[in-house]
Nanobody
Framework: VQLQASGGGLVQAGNSLRLSCAAS????????MGWFRQAPGEEREFVAAITLGGTSTLYTDSVKGRFTISRDNAKNTVYLQMNSLKPEDTAVYYCAGSTVWARTSIGLYDSWGQGTLVTVSS
């Protein structure tokens, strides 16, 4: 599956942003989806993941209660709603897909979008 992330931008701390990741092809509902982020000079890290039907989700501790991952299989799209943004959320955000329930294991995601930059000012 090919992935295209969008929705990044510059926001002030405390505000919200919604990222979208559109998938091409007819097999989107066969992919577990995740969001990762990479800050300057840092390694790429797990943010959130969602199962095939969207019934189960997983978050890294630093975004729990602020970020929500969801998917619309009819639209071949996965979303990341980000609320109460903090300067430390500044990063390039990537969506990724896996044919297995990869959870936080970055190496098990085999399809990646190009990334969208989120900058949170204080």
């Amino acid at each position: 599956v090919q992935l295209q992330a969008s929705g990044g931008g510059l926001v002030q701390a405390g505000n919200s942003l919604r990222l979208s990741c559109a998938a091409s092809g007819r097999t989107f509902n066969s992919y577990f989806m995740g969001w990762f982020r990479q800050a300057p000079g840092e390694e790429r890290e797990f943010v959130a993941a969602i199962t095939l039907g969207g019934t189960s989700t997983l978050y890294t501790d630093s975004v729990k209660g602020r970020f929500t991952i969801s998917r619309d299989n009819a639209k071949n799209t996965v979303y990341l709603q980000m609320n109460s943004l903090k300067p430390e959320d500044t990063a390039v955000y990537y969506c990724a897909g896996s044919t297995v329930w990869a959870r936080t294991s970055i190496g098990l995601y085999d399809s990646w979008g190009q990334g969208t930059l989120v900058t949170v000012s204080s």
